[in-house]
């Protein structure tokens, strides 16, 4: 790496919609930037993470951030949140990720005369669903992006797309893999496995557009013709498109899925796992196909931007048709039918896969890179 920076170091203030997505998907860039010499700060909303990221040595900054909500009113209060904030910590970059903070969070950075570098981690459907609703997001990213010296991307259809919408000019884009994965911490585990059904195993929100509905259907399909287990890791959500808590405990009651809950350590649950499965509408790169791939478990996901990056179609996993249990349930049955010799070598070339795709190191030198070009850079 290069040079560390030198004494009285600048601070990075980074932005997102909770505590738990930044200690969660960025703590390797932050320990890199520590590591380098910065000082840390966050603008998130009060939740009980905060002492999480104070406890790895973030400065935590409060914001109320209605991260669903469409109200001007509140989004102009945001706003005005963020430029008392970025003036009052004087950051050297700012770092957003998540929505609102990439847009509201960007015009406020700028009016300050601070450089931003952002992180388009994801598209949700919602803003390729009407023409109306993307043109307004596309007009509220253009003014939160276009003075940006950098914008990262985790796919590259997401970039294109803004691209081609002249969201963003070429020069400002770049696609990094996702937030990585610390490949020493997601590992292979041996395991000796009793003669048992295949365990699939859906980790992430229990949320319609992530495909829950499509695998609690595609789940009942397969147990009427072939033995097999069906986990969920994820929890009950209060959300406009999550799956009823009735639905879940049903078909928990008649067998059809394992309900596990939430945990703070996945390893153990794929490591049990024959297969991950994440069959999402849209994804940025999604993060728990990339650790299943680093445990060297297979993966079966969806054919659309994001999961097709982190699949080899037929060679790590199976990519299936989007929104259709049929589809899905297709799959699932081709992966429960292999000798168990098959799937431990897809499984192999999974962790091939990530020790050549998805490690964490590239994408936090990335972003070092990115920032220390930004520092001299400060918006007119």
């Not at 790895?56 to 430029?83: H, K, W």
């Not at 009052?88 to 609102?100: D, E, G, I």
């Not at 590239?362 to 890179?369: H, M, T, W």
Request: hydrophobic share 45%.
């Amino acid at each position: 790496m290069t040079r560390r920076i030198p004494a009285h170091p600048p601070v990075v203030l980074f932005a997102a919609n909770s505590p738990w997505n930044l200690l969660n998907f960025r703590g390797p860039i932050i320990a890199g930037l520590k590591e380098q010499g910065f000082r840390i700060a966050a603008a998130v909303p009060d939740d009980n993470a905060v002492a999480l990221l104070r406890k790895i040595g973030v400065e935590v900054e409060f914001v109320e951030i209605d991260a669903r909500g469409v109200s001007p009113l509140n989004d102009i209060r945001l706003l005005l949140n963020y430029y008392e904030i970025v003036r009052r910590v004087s950051p050297a970059v700012f770092l957003p990720f998540t929505a609102k903070p990439n847009i509201y969070g960007s015009i406020a950075a700028r009016a300050c005369g601070v450089p931003v570098v952002n992180t388009i981690t994801g598209l949700g459907t919602g803003y390729l669903s009407g023409r109306i609703l993307q043109s307004t997001i596309s007009l509220l990213y253009r003014a939160g992006l276009r003075r940006s010296q950098r914008v990262f991307f985790h796919n590259k259809d997401d970039r294109d797309l803004f691209l081609s919408r002249g969201i963003l000019r070429h020069d400002q884009a770049a696609v990094v893999a996702g937030s990585g994965v610390d490949l020493s911490y997601f590992c292979p585990t041996r395991r000796q496995k009793a003669s048992q059904p295949p365990i699939f195993l859906f980790v992430g929100r229990l949320l319609r557009d992530k495909g829950a509905g499509e695998f609690l259907e595609a789940a009942a399909i397969v147990k009427r013709e072939r033995s097999a287990r069906f986990r969920m890791l994820g929890g009950i959500e209060n959300h406009p498109k999550a799956i009823s808590g009735q639905l879940l405990e049903a078909s928990a009651r008649n067998g059809i899925v394992e309900l596990l809950g939430t945990t703070d350590d996945v390893r153990h649950f794929i490591a049990d796992a024959d297969c991950v499965v994440l069959p999402s509408y849209r994804e940025g790169l999604p993060r728990a196909l990339l650790e299943a791939s680093a445990m060297g478990v297979p993966v079966i996901a969806t054919d659309v931007p994001g999961c097709r990056q982190a699949v080899d179609d037929g060679i790590t996993g199976l990519l299936c048709k989007p929104q259709s249990a049929s589809s899905l349930a297709e799959a699932i049955m081709t992966i429960a039918k292999m000798p168990e010799k098959e799937r431990d070598a897809m499984g192999r070339r999974g962790r091939a896969k990530a020790e050549r795709d998805f490690g964490h190191g590239p994408v936090v030198e990335a972003y070092l890179q990115a920032i220390r070009d930004a520092i001299p850079h400060r918006p007119e």
